[in-house]
């Protein structure tokens, strides 16, 4: 079966600004994939690279086994993209927005158009300009599922939106696939991520530093926990627990770190007399800081 996606040692550098070096992809039809890292680390860049709107300093591109600048034309047919920043013509309405990128590629279903409408709760009759930005989002979404399109790239794609419509975009995405469509999925957030796909490539100042399944990526994912006593911090009651690292006393307050269950912490604290308890998921900034940091530093 051809890949959806295959990069070779792709490489787009902007002069004394960093780009992406030696990026090899490979995305398999049928999938979900994602493509996960910081921003400004090189996922814009890619996407660019794949629809020919920017070209390859060196190494090559295939989209459907086609080279990405050698057939541009014959690869949009067949995609669905939303750019990270998503802005058209402001005096045009949601509808007309739709419409005109419908036409472009020669008419689409109009009753799945309108149910896409439905379903993303968007009122088409607005004028672009006078949309927020989550009602914008969700006018590019439904300009990139609109034509049962057999790839979607959508970096992004969640921006703006709020927990109810992310929902309602992760069950079109999965539909989509469903009826043999394949998703290639830009984004800075590992939960989202880990929720929607089947394999991930995480890419850091523009270079690939893990491609694996969401099951092997999982060990990525921690808890950072503050937490606040009556007297003095136990810190040592912490420090030998399964999964606790980087136990530390900062404003009277415990810090520590946990990876895997956070069930050891929470009894701990119970009996402990804990007086406040804050346990969050890190950004994946902190997430990249905590596992690649010092691999980076000792680079240097």
């Known amino acids: ?33 994602g493509f996960l890292g910081p921003n400004g680390a090189g996922k814009t860049t890619t996407i660019r690279v794949l629809l020919d709107l920017i070209r390859p300093t060196s190494g090559k591109a295939y989209v459907f086994d086609i080279e990405s600048s050698a057939d541009p034309a014959a690869i949009h047919r067949r995609i669905g993209y939303l750019p990270g920043e998503f802005a058209l013509y402001d005096r045009l309405t949601g509808g007309q927005t739709l419409d005109y990128f419908a036409n472009l590629r020669g008419g689409v279903d109009r009753a799945y158009q309108a149910d896409l409408i439905g379903r993303f709760d968007l009122d088409p009759s607005r004028r672009f300009r006078e949309y927020s930005k989550g009602n914008k989002q969700k006018v590019g979404l439904v300009a990139a599922l609109q034509n049962h399109p057999e790839l979607l790239l959508l970096d992004e794609p969640t921006s703006g939106l709020d927990p109810l419509v992310q929902q309602t975009f992760f069950s079109l995405m999965r539909e989509s696939v469903k009826d043999g ?49 009556t007297g003095e911090p136990p810190i040592a009651e912490f420090k030998d627990l399964p999964g606790v690292s980087d136990v530390e006393i900062e404003d009277h307050q ?8 956070i069930t050891p912490v929470v009894v701990a604290a119970a009996r402990l007399g804990v007086t406040d308890f804050l346990s969050r998921e890190p950004s994946l900034e902190e997430t990249f800081l905590a596992q690649y940091g010092r691999e980076a530093a000792e680079m240097k």
């Open 254 to 261: 415990l810090k520590l770190r946990v990876l895997g269950p």
């Open 1 to 33: 079966m051809a890949a959806a996606i295959r990069t070779e040692k792709l490489t787009k550098s902007y002069g004394s600004h960093r780009g992406i070096v030696d990026v090899d992809l490979e995305v398999q039809m049928g999938e979900v994939f």
């Open 181 to 229: 469509g394949t998703v290639f999925l830009s984004s800075h957030i590992l939960s989202e991520v880990e929720r929607s796909c089947d394999r991930v490539a995480i890419i850091r100042d523009g270079r690939l530093v893990r491609v694996d399944s969401v099951d092997a990526l999982r060990d990525l994912s921690h808890h950072q926990v503050e937490l606040r006593f």
